[in-house]
């Protein structure tokens, strides 16, 4: 089944603590970005990645780092993770990027207290 | 800069009835338009598109029109169905230019349509 899993599903962490949500995609897509959903401002771009090695920001991109080593993977990561991290986070990928429709993953809900 | 603006919700209908939900938009180049579904608990699902003028997407029942003149891709159906009940997000990719591949959102509407 084509899809793109995000792993966990939930997580509760504490300030200051680095922790990595997975995303990997099984379609070949070239194409993979990852959003955070917040109550009252929507879903908005973190990072985005074009192809393997080559990662871009996005419009929240602070606080956050990404990598694409391989194609199918594209992990973000929180170094020293705050409150106001605490989102619904969706990892999602694509054929191409312009026009093509992406495939959502079923989100990670994290907690920073 | 660029914007997607929709219709605020919540939205309760009955079943059966006609659904619209307004979706328009500002954008500095020449976008492609998608409508995303979510329910509950789950990620976002690519319910229609379309990436020129006058172009209709479609699916499950639900169509909406590309209109440039008017800046706006409006979602329609004609019967909904309990099972429509969900947040459905308007959203522009700019095919040029900006940030590549960045899917600009409204904030959604939720529906819920009771028997």
């Known amino acids: 089944e084509a899809q793109v899993t995000q792993n966990p599903r939930y997580l509760i962490t504490v300030t200051g603590k680095k922790l990595t949500v997975t995303c990997s995609q099984n379609?070949?897509?070239?194409?993979m970005s990852w959003y955070r959903q917040d109550p009252g401002l929507g879903l908005r771009q973190i990072y985005y990645?074009?192809?393997?090695?080559?990662?871009d920001k996005g419009d929240v991109p602070e606080g956050y780092k990404v990598s694409r080593k391989e194609k199918r993977n594209f992990p973000l990561i929180l170094e020293s993770p705050s409150p106001n991290q605490t989102s619904l986070y969706f990892c999602?990928?694509?054929?191409?990027?312009?026009?093509?429709?992406?495939?959502f993953g079923s989100g990670t809900r994290l907690t920073v207290v | 800069g660029d914007s997607v603006t929709q219709m605020e919700g919540p939205v309760t209908l009955s079943e059966e009835a006609f659904l619209t939900i307004n979706c328009t938009y500002t954008?500095?180049?020449?976008?492609?338009l998608f409508w995303y579904v979510q329910y509950p608990g789950e990620g976002l699902q690519l319910l229609l598109k379309?990436?020129?003028?006058?172009d209709k997407g479609s699916n499950k029942g639900f169509e909406a029109t590309y209109r440039k003149e008017t800046t706006s891709f409006h979602l329609e159906k004609g019967s909904v169905q309990v099972s429509d009940s969900a947040v459905y997000f308007c959203?522009?990719?700019?095919?040029?230019?900006?940030?590549?591949?960045?899917?600009?959102f409204g904030k959604g509407t939720k529906l819920s349509v009771k028997p």
């Open positions: 999602a990928s694509s054929l191409t990027w312009d026009g093509y429709g992406y495939t």
């Open positions: 379609m070949n897509h070239e194409y």
């Open positions: 990645s074009m192809n393997v090695e080559v990662t």
């Open positions: 954008a500095t180049g020449y976008p492609s």
């Open positions: 379309a990436t020129k003028a006058d």
């Open positions: 959203a522009l990719i700019l095919r040029a230019g900006g940030s590549q591949g960045n899917l600009i």
